[in-house]
């Protein structure tokens, strides 16, 4: 079992930046996967993020040399740091990891970008 936990949503103008925090915990070891993924409302929930086992980083085209995902501390801590906030970023944030062929999901936080 693995356990995720975001944090560090919140209200930002746009241009500004934001990082978001993941927290795992539980059978971490086994993870081999990190995503962020993001839902607008309305809309369908869309990846952002991706980093493997390796450590090579994939980007969506709509985030690709703004946002920045990282792991920290043996897989203890999954960062996407957001720069170049654009209200069409606004969206519910949430961590999602593979472990031995099982899906983890955070429960969201909620990232908003006022024009």
């Known amino acids: 079992q693995v356990l995720l936990v975001e944090s560090g949503g919140g209200l930002v103008q746009a241009g500004g930046s934001l990082r978001l925090s993941c927290a795992a915990s539980g059978s971490i070891y086994s993870i081999s996967v990190f995503d962020w993924y993001r839902q607008a409302p309305g809309k369908q929930r869309e990846l952002v993020a991706h980093?493997?086992?390796?450590?090579?980083?994939n980007y969506a085209d709509a985030v690709k040399g703004r946002f920045t995902i990282s792991v920290e501390g043996a897989k203890n801590t999954i960062y996407l740091q957001m720069n170049g906030l654009g209200p069409e970023d606004t969206a519910v944030y949430y961590c999602h990891s593979i472990a031995l062929g099982r899906q983890y999901w955070g429960q969201g936080t909620q990232v908003t970008v006022s024009s």
């Open positions: 980093v493997g086992v390796g450590g090579s980083a």
